[in-house]
């Protein structure tokens, strides 16, 4: 069992930064793949980017690619989104997920744990 918590979301100004966080418990992080999702109202909830459980392999969507970077630090059990960049359509709940392996996918309802999500609001 894997319990997530994000952090780090609140209200910017079109143009500027926040960086996510996801706190991951138990002593097998470093054995998940983690990827970050968001979910705007009235929307599907789509994905936004994740990284093998190594690290080492990353990959974004393409409406987040250039201004997002997600990292992971195994020793702190913890997953990071940094979004710069920021722009108004990119308001949502954003959710950190957990898929044992390190298979990637981009598929969300292959990913075995969800945190309760994080409100980014962008205004213009």
């Known amino acids: 069992q894997v319990q997530l918590v994000e952090s780090g979301g609140g209200l910017v100004q079109a143009g500027g930064s926040l960086r996510l966080s996801c706190a991951a418990s138990g002593r097998t992080f470093s054995s998940y793949a983690m990827g970050w999702f968001r979910q705007a109202p009235g929307k599907e909830r789509e994905f936004v980017a994740h990284i093998r459980s190594s690290g080492g392999t990353t990959y974004y969507a393409d409406s987040v690619k250039g201004r997002c970077t997600i990292s992971r630090d195994n020793a702190k059990n913890t997953v990071y989104l940094q979004m710069n960049s920021l722009k108004p359509e990119d308001t949502a709940v954003y959710y950190c997920?957990?898929?044992?392996?390190?298979?990637?996918?981009?598929?969300?309802?292959?990913?075995?744990?969800w945190g309760q999500g994080t409100q980014v609001t962008v205004s213009s």
């Open positions: 997920a957990a898929r044992k392996g390190s298979m990637l996918t981009t598929v969300k309802d292959l990913y075995d744990y």
